[in-house]
């Protein structure tokens, strides 16, 4: 199983971005998916997870202003980012739970700076 995350890059305060991560490999289903991040000196965090039946959780940092979505056929999880804030820089790591074993993405740097 492989997950490759992309659509980071740079972007100036209060726009928004778009991340998705597509898994490949012999997968019949996925359960749990997220996305993580990890800023510059800090530990990676959860920012938002969302379940095979489609129930999400968030980080109380980007409630409001993110949604995880996922598209089970494509095999394709998305978080769309509104309103970003400087602090929102990290690079963004995907996760995803396969027959009961964790699979990450590379990551993708998000950049929020004017």
């Known amino acids: 199983v492989q997950l490759q995350a992309s659509g980071g890059g740079l972007v100036q305060p209060g726009g928004s971005l778009t991340l998705s991560c597509t898994a490949s490999?012999?997968?019949?289903?996925?359960?749990?998916m997220g996305w993580y991040r990890q800023a510059p000196g800090k530990q990676r965090e959860l920012v938002a997870t969302?379940?095979?039946?489609?129930?999400?959780n968030y980080a109380d940092s980007v409630k409001g202003r993110f949604t995880i979505s996922r598209d089970n056929t494509k095999k394709t999880e998305y978080l769309q980012m509104n309103s970003l804030k400087p602090e929102d820089t990290a690079v963004y790591y995907c996760?995803?739970?396969?027959?009961?074993?964790?699979?990450w993405g590379k990551g993708t740097l998000v950049t929020v700076s004017s």
């Open positions: 996760r995803a739970e396969v027959y009961g074993m964790d699979y």
């Open positions: 969302i379940a095979s039946g489609g129930s999400t």
């Open positions: 490999g012999s997968i019949f289903s996925i359960n749990r």
